[in-house]
């Protein structure tokens, strides 16, 4: 099928599409918006996610050194999301007001500032207080790049452009684990400083150097695009209003609005989910395969790219199956079952490094390809006055499960000697998870001449849409 003809059955009749608009092939404007907006956001999540996870493998070193406990090392690694969360909505508010570029130069300076406080911290407290501000300085960053997406991306297509954004969380491994490996090992005790410093402070300076990149390559919407021809505009625009007309009963007119609805804190319910498996297995990757047997810190780091090379594979192979069958709840929960599989079996398998690498790669390929489809699903049921608080609200509450999480696996760690509760606890949140999602329902849309559609179910099928 032509692309002109698939674009004409998503909108069903052409009489909503500006005559300058016509004749113009869709994807390749899309696939033309892809390129230019992805590299940039992808670059921007993976400085940031391995800024806020690198944590994990620093801990390697700056629990001996400090005498930091499981405990202290959960209540730290936990706390930054207290400072995401308390900033989260008002950062997104923001955005919607000054723009997006405007709002990443201010995150990003921030957290590359942090960085040099964790590199400097001597006790629990000054831990808490590092990472308390770096989430303070990330917030905002994840919801506003759902919320810029929007802006340029009609839902039929935006799981495949979510999935391709965050990709960089598994990326952030696969680059982080080797890069972490090797500052840790070859430059412990260099010039004075202990390796986990260095890791701080090597892996804070791209924040600070790309931050000016992103903020004179980007646009905040496709009107200001000079990359953009006039027609090219117009069909997103085009394709943007048309989707804010099909939008039906699930969608909410206002953000008070969208507090009232069931299905709002269903979805919270996912994302709590996801957050804490995906925060998790960045925090304890390193420390399950030391566990298993592996003492080298540049081995654990080679072995550790694993589940993150199969967890991008596998998050942009349903990310596009979800987007082509036109299906968000089924997909997202499918992979979160895969991940709860993962997590029950790393403990029956805790001394194998073989087997609790494949348990690993079970456990992260479920978590990240459920999040395209996932987190797509939230701009479905809000209008656009409805969808920056709205998004970030989600994210934020989503992000208690990643705040406490750390802290009741810390605390399960030294109370049970063991691993394993803390992964069966990971197991139960991602099957509570798939449950809630399924629970939410189909979302409806309206098409062209008031006819509801059943969305979520795959009843739309591959007429309404085509993947990047």
């Known amino acids: 099928m032509s692309s002109q003809k698939a674009h004409a059955l998503q909108s069903n009749t052409g009489d909503d599409i500006p005559p300058q608009s016509q004749n113009i092939n869709a994807d390749a404007v899309y696939r033309k918006v892809l390129f230019h907006l992805l590299p940039m956001l992808v670059i921007v999540y993976i400085i ?7 944590v994990g493998f620093a801990k390697l070193g ?19 999301y207290a400072g995401y969360m ?5 950062s997104n508010l923001m955005l919607a007001k000054i723009g997006f570029r405007k709002t990443l130069l201010r995150i990003m300076l921030l957290w590359a500032a942090c960085s040099v406080l964790l590199a400097i911290m001597t006790s629990p407290n000054s831990y808490y207080f590092a990472r308390f501000v ?8 994840f919801p506003g790049v759902l919320l810029y997406l929007t802006y340029w991306v009609p839902a039929v297509r935006r799981a495949s452009f979510t999935a391709v954004f965050m990709a960089a969380i598994p990326l952030s491994g696969v680059i982080s684990g080797p890069l972490s490996g090797m500052i840790m090992h070859g430059m412990d005790g260099w010039h004075g400083l202990k390796g986990w410093q260095w890791l701080f402070l090597i892996e804070g300076a791209p924040a600070l150097l790309f931050a000016i990149v992103v903020f004179f390559l980007l646009r905040d919407t496709p009107s200001s695009a000079p990359w953009l ?21 699930g969608g909410h007119h206002s953000f008070m609005d969208a507090l009232r609805s069931p299905r709002f804190y269903l979805l919270v319910g996912m994302g709590v989910a996801l957050l804490a498996s995906a925060s998790n297995i960045s925090f304890w990757l390193p420390t399950i395969i030391q566990r298993s047997g592996v003492t080298s810190t540049w081995t654990i780091g080679l072995m550790a790219m694993a589940p993150y090379v199969v967890g991008v594979v596998a998050q942009q192979w ?8 036109d299906e968000r709840r089924w997909h997202a929960a499918a992979c979160a079952t895969v991940s709860a599989l993962g997590w029950m079996l790393l403990p029956m398998v805790s001394s194998n490094p073989v087997l609790s690498l494949l348990a690993l790669i079970a456990t992260a390929a479920g978590t990240f390809a459920a999040m395209g489809p ?12 409805a969808a920056p608080g709205g998004i970030a609200l989600i994210s934020t509450l989503a992000g208690v499960g990643s705040l406490i999480s750390p802290v009741i ?11 394993a509760a803390g992964q069966y606890y990971i197991a139960a949140l991602m099957i509570v998870g798939a449950v809630t999602v399924v629970a939410i329902g189909h979302h409806n849309r309206i098409r062209a001449g008031g006819q509801p559609t059943a969305q979520g179910d795959g009843l739309i099928g591959s007429t309404n849409q085509r993947a990047l």
């Open 48 to 54: 940031a996610y391995i800024d806020r996870s690198n």
């Open 374 to 385: 996932f987190w797509s699903m939230p701009a479905l049921y809000l209008s656009a006055k």
């Open 86 to 90: 308390i900033f989260e909505i008002p």
């Open 318 to 325: 349903v990310a596009r199956r979800s987007d082509v069958r």
């Open 134 to 141: 770096l989430g303070a300085a990330e917030a905002g960053l």
């Open 62 to 80: 700056f629990m001996r050194d400090l005498n930091f406990s499981d405990t202290v090392f959960g209540i730290g690694a936990g706390v930054f």
């Open 229 to 249: 021809s006039v027609r090219e505009r117009s069909l997103i625009e085009a394709d943007l209003e048309a989707d804010r007309t099909r939008t039906g009963g």
């Open 409 to 419: 696996i810390g605390w399960l760690n030294e109370y049970t000697r063991t691993l």
